[in-house]
């Protein structure tokens, strides 16, 4: 690089003229925008040298100097330039280690940028070669070679390509610890999560297999805090001692196996105990507060999770009142008799305020949905456990989910935080269907569709059909979470039903409006009023009957995702009282109860556990109609019993009662067509009459399939019955059906498409041993 200088007495000369030499791709007027002289300025020597430097920090030229020239009325700078080439095109040659795809993640998520059209960067060429080789190794290639070419289009253009040769896989056969007396081998090979040495039988997780050194050290992490925790607080984890093991010579030399033995050696050190704890810097909180939080005590073993659960905790406490940036550090002093004291120095820093909440990714949903289940606003004291329970309400939604964590940053010199909560839209719209045939309403198709979001308003609008060729049903509910704004809501339906038997008609319709109130974060309750009108026709009498009722409802509810819950817990139970002074024919009392728990166990897979229990009966002497009883069978609760067909049943023999429920005709005397519709033709075979009781219990163990978000897999175990009024609930006459699920969960549908396969262990004659279901939709 050349900078011409001239004399000082030419200083004070105008700039005549602006020249560009060199350039091929940028114009002259283009470089000209890149310098803030013009022509008509004054000549100034150290104003050139800023604005060259300027220049060439661009990283557009590979060689870049200014000539000067005297001119007829000025100085004539002229830039000679050599453009560095562009970039046109990028490469990776295809290997079996890594994916175009994967490279293209990785890159954005070490902020790799190679941009097409824009001079080419040696050094983001570099750093690129560099995470390529990270890449292959952590594939467990570690002779794995990465080189980039610059091949030459056409002149100033240049085609990127990655040269990528994987080479030979390397595979741990051996791996074991040394120095160790306190726990074995295997208790701290079970530590490990990324590697684990390779077994002939073992034809699952072969790519923790792979020897990687970096993915050693960081599983090696997990063997420290194992120790921490058992109080060996002088631990250490020294490097791994590896030695290499070549296969037989093969006529291909990448085909050639390597593995290699490994050995970490540790030095355990004393087990020590918990001394005096004491605290330090503290004035919103008392030591007694903070030290309650602690669950250790003088004299216990030290462990290290346990503390740090209390810090965390503590910082909660600081959280709840404001203070955001509380930070505990904990330390350690060791003294004679293997004794460690704690300290636990905190730095308080100040109160915070919210000064803006900030949504992104809410396309359709309203920012004012979210707010109200954020639990903080703005202008108001930021209390850090609100605001995390509001995270939770707001995933339990299931139509907005977070895609990282919040952001949170201070406004500079203000008590003050903004806060910028990033999510994506999912699926509003909850599609189900399915089909069977039964004994009550023959062959038969159902289809339902919900939203929760209606509108973006949190609105939660649904339809269902159910056409059969003995029964029809349609109905459509309306609900408002937040009814004018407060934690109250409102909802109503309407509903008809038609159901054509052999020798009879029977038609309901009606609706129902329901007001509820939230009591906490996570409780609920509803009281609910339903009116339905039903006739009954056999040609030769006509009768109609009206049910009266109401329905109060408590609901507890801590699921993470409405649509698709892996922890959590449920409670639900109703209590339906029809007739007496609410009027209508039907008397009777009706309650359920239903719980759901989901428990989280190895990796992310997780126990579903379900169950329920209701009763129905009558009461100031009339009958409980047939359709207000309870029938099991179908997806929604023993998954290999076609629908509404576990159930007493009444067929005129006596051996296929026995066992599942009393005879229908009980009474010969009884009117069979009385205002409820009780009673049916004793003369249609296999007739399911309903039950006045019934117990319901389900357990699925789902396991998301690795590397595909949209599909699981689910063991299941259903069982269940429903009996007359002269049973009782007997658990050693429960059907019982287990098997296996596929689920798809797709953007178009709320819930999952399943195939399910599964085995009746105690079939009747009239049902399958085993059957292929599909269906849409959930158990529970």
């Known amino acids: ?120 960067d040696y050094k983001v060429i570099q750093d690129a070669e560099e995470l390529l080789r990270q890449l292959v190794a952590a594939k467990g290639f ?76 960081q599983d090696l992490l997990n ?100 203070y955001f940036f509380i930070s505990t550090n904990r330390l350690e002093e060791r003294r004679e008799g293997n004794v460690a004291d704690l300290i636990i120095k905190i730095d308080e820093d100040r109160k915070y305020f919210i000064d803006r909440i900030e949504f992104t990714g809410n396309t359709t949903t309203r920012d004012k949905v979210l707010r109200r289940e954020l639990g903080v606003n703005e202008e108001e004291l930021f209390n850090l456990k609100k605001f995390r329970t509001g995270l939770r309400k707001i995933a339990q939604l299931g139509y907005f989910r977070l895609t990282r964590e919040p952001q949170i940053t201070p406004v500079p010199g203000e008590n003050r935080v903004r806060i910028r909560i990033e999510g994506r839209e999912e699926s509003r719209n909850e599609l189900q269907v399915g089909g069977g045939f039964s004994g009550l309403d023959g062959a038969f198709f159902a289809g339902s569709y919900s939203t929760r979001n209606f509108l973006g308003r949190g609105q939660i609008l649904s339809t269902r059909i159910q056409v059969g060729g003995r029964s029809n049903t349609y109905s459509i509910s309306f609900q408002e979470p937040w009814f004018l704004g407060r934690p109250w809501s409102l909802g109503a339906s309407i509903f008809r039903q038609d159901t054509d038997f052999i020798g009879f008609k029977q038609r309901g319709q009606g609706g129902s409006i329901s007001l509820g109130k939230r009591l906490s974060n996570f409780q609920s309750v509803r009281l609910t009023y339903l009116f339905e009108e039903v006739s009954f026709d056999d040609g030769d009498i006509e009768n109609t009957s009206t049910t009266s009722a109401i329905r109060p409802v408590y609901s507890l509810d801590t699921r993470n995702n409405f649509f698709r819950p892996s922890r959590g817990f449920q409670l639900v139970a109703s209590v339906e009282v029809a007739g007496g002074p609410l009027g209508g024919d039907n008397f009777f009392y009706k309650p359920i109860l239903r719980s759901t728990v989901y428990v989280p166990m190895f990796r992310n897979m997780f126990l579903g556990l379900h169950g329920e229990i209701g009763y129905v009966d009558d009461f100031d002497g009339r009958v409980v ?18 629908t509404r067909t576990v159930s007493p049943i009444d067929d005129g023999l006596p051996s296929l009662s026995q066992g599942r429920g009393d005879r229908h005709n009980d009474d010969p ?33 789902t396991i998301p399939m690795p590397g595909a978000d949209t599909v699981e897999l689910v063991l299941f175990y259903d069982a269940g019955n429903t009996w007359t009024n002269k049973q009782g609930y007997d658990l050693s006459d429960l059907r019982m059906d287990v098997g ?41």
């Open 625 to 642: 109609p047939r359709f207000e009883r309870f029938f099991l069978g179908g997806e929604r609760s023993l998954r290999l019993f076609e």
């Open 223 to 322: 063997v420290e805090r194992l120790y921490h925790n058992h109080g060996y607080l002088d631990l250490r984890v020294q490097n791994a001692e590896v030695e290499y093991h070549e296969g037989k010579p093969t006529k291909k030399p990448e085909k050639q196996k390597r593995w290699v033995s490994v050995t970490v050696p540790v030095r355990e050190g004393p087990q020590y105990t918990l001394g005096k704890i004491s605290v330090e810097g503290n004035t919103v909180l008392t030591d007694e507060e903070i030290l309650a939080r602690i669950p250790l005590k003088t004299g216990d073993i030290f462990n290290k999770a346990l503390v740090d659960v209390g810090a965390q905790l503590v910082e909660l406490d600081y959280g709840e009142r404001g």
């Open 142 to 217: 570690l002779d794995g070679q990465v080189e980039a070419e610059l091949d030459e289009v056409d002149p100033g253009n240049l085609a990127l390509i990655f040269r990528i040769k994987p080479g030979r896989k390397t595979r741990i056969r051996k791996l074991v610890f040394s120095g160790n007396e306190r726990f074995s081998d295997g208790k701290l090979r079970s530590q490990l999560k990324l590697t684990t040495p390779i077994k002939w039988w073992k034809f699952w997780g072969k790519k923790k297999t792979l020897y990687h050194p970096t993915r050693l050290e």
């Open 669 to 701: 005397g009884k009117n069979p067509l009385d205002p409820g519709g009780n009673e049916v033709d004793a003369n249609d075979p296999l007739v399911f009459i309903g039950g006045n009781k019934y117990l319901l219990f389900n357990v699925e163990y």
């Open 740 to 780: 296996i699920e596929v689920r798809f969960y797709l953007p178009v549908f709320g819930a999952p498409i399943r195939l399910i396969y599964g085995w009746n262990l105690d079939p009747e004659d009239y049902e399958d041993k085993q059957d292929f279901i599909f269906s849409i939709g959930r158990t529970f």
């Open 1 to 120: 690089m050349l900078l011409c200088q001239a004399t000082a007495a030419a200083q004070k000369d105008l700039i005549e003229d602006i020249v560009v030499d060199g350039n091929q791709n940028l114009s002259a007027e283009a470089f000209l925008r890149l310098t803030s002289l013009r022509v008509g300025d004054t000549y100034d020597i150290e104003a050139i040298r800023q604005d060259f430097r300027r220049i060439w920090d661009r990283g557009l030229f590979d060689d870049l100097s200014v000539e000067v020239r005297d001119g007829e009325t000025g100085k004539i700078l002229i830039y000679h330039v050599s453009e560095r080439p562009r970039l046109n095109s990028v490469e990776y040659e295809k290997n079996k280690a890594i994916s175009e795809t994967q490279i293209e993640e990785q890159f954005a998520e070490r902020n790799v940028e190679i941009h097409l059209g824009a001079p080419v």
